[in-house]
């Protein structure tokens, strides 16, 4: 399973736009890349996944590289209840969760 | 739909008991896979199981056990409880499938602390 390294935080101004970066350079070729988030030790949440095109939902868009190496979570319009750690993973079969962004949407 | 349940939400046990935590999948998944969070060691996969059958494996001691019902409800046993036992379980639930993407769905978790 690939390795992902995300930064350990980032703020954000309530109304504006979050990108959240992820770096997995050794993904391999049947690898996703998914995101969840999690707030305040509840289970984590869904958010979004993707495999080699940009996808976007009703949370969130996800722009992955044309060489798959690295990816952006974008929350576009940031409310404080967006607040929480965002892990990105690259998955097969099992979900390995790194160390995560930990976000804080300021009003 | 309802999502993935777990119970108990909140647990207390002291060091040498063993205790069964519970988890129903989203309705139409067989795959239930269990987690382990602490602050230290970070979310850590502990095993999933599909169709009543362990298909996968983290690196646990023996003393963390799972089984799979017919119905794909799962339950997860920790024996000889340890004072580091003490985390937030975690199930997830998904399909099963292998020859396609697999979200799984997270359930509320399992507060254990170990006196």
């Known amino acids: 399973d690939a390795k992902t390294t995300q930064p350990p935080s980032m703020d954000c101004a309530e109304g504006r736009a979050a990108n959240l970066p992820c770096n997995h350079s050794t993904i391999s070729g049947n690898e996703y890349v998914y995101w969840y988030r999690q707030i305040h030790s509840q289970g984590p949440q869904y958010i979004i996944h993707g495999l080699k095109n940009n996808e976007t939902n009703e949370m969130a868009s996800l722009i992955i590289t044309e060489d798959r190496k690295s990816s952006t979570l974008i929350l576009p319009h940031a409310t404080l209840r967006d607040t929480a750690v965002y892990y990105c993973?690259?998955?097969?079969?099992?979900?390995?969760f790194g160390t995560g962004t930990r976000l804080q949407v300021f009003p | 739909k309802a999502g993935v349940t777990q119970t108990p939400r909140y647990l207390i046990k002291t060091r040498g008991q063993q205790v069964t935590l519970s988890c129903s999948p989203i309705?139409?998944?067989?795959?239930v896979s269990w987690y382990q969070q602490t602050p230290g060691q970070g979310l850590q996969f502990l095993f999933e199981?599909?169709?009543?059958?362990?298909?996968n494996k983290g690196n646990f001691p023996g003393r963390f056990s799972g089984r799979q019902f017919s119905n794909s409800r799962s339950e997860m046993n920790v024996s000889t409880l340890e004072l580091g036992d003490s985390a937030l379980y975690l199930c997830a639930s998904s399909f099963g499938h292998t020859y396609s993407t697999d979200t799984q769905y997270f359930g509320p978790g399992t507060r254990l602390t170990v006196l």
């Open positions: 199981y599909f169709s009543e059958t362990q298909r």
């Open positions: 309705s139409g998944h067989r795959s």
């Open positions: 993973i690259a998955n097969t079969d099992k979900l390995i």
